[in-house]
Nanobody, 123 residues
């Protein structure tokens, strides 16, 4: 069984910074794309950023220049450094990983999601 566990959320003032982490564990064979989505209150979930196995990154326009995604393949972990936070960044942040894993003697590939971590930007 594979698990993604996020950490690093919390309450921060506008202009502040937070760093989210998401560690994948279990019978993992390969991890491909990793990324972050968020769901603001009363809104649909939206893509924040993704990073490929070759460290190619993409960002939503709303976070470009403020957020930085990175990954540590040795630790099966993806990070999201969030700077210059704004109240509109308030959301539950979810990490995901497209990965190949072993279960029941067979190999499978699908997206896995973390449980979500709350980020609140408020004075």
């Amino acid at each position: 069984q594979v698990q993604l566990v996020e950490s690093g959320g919390g309450l921060v003032q506008p202009g502040g910074s937070l760093r989210l982490s998401c560690a994948a564990s279990g019978s993992i064979v390969n991890i491909y794309t990793m990324g972050w989505h968020r769901q603001p209150p009363g809104k649909q979930r939206e893509l924040v950023s993704v990073i490929s196995t070759g460290d190619t990154t993409n960002y939503a326009d709303s976070v470009k220049g403020r957020f930085t995604i990175s990954r540590d393949n040795a630790k099966n972990t993806v990070y999201l450094q969030m700077n210059s936070l704004k109240p509109e960044d308030t959301a539950v942040y979810y990490c995901y990983a497209d990965l190949r894993f072993q279960s029941g003697g067979e190999y499978w590939r699908r997206d896995h999601w973390g449980q979500g971590t709350q980020v609140t930007v408020s004075s």
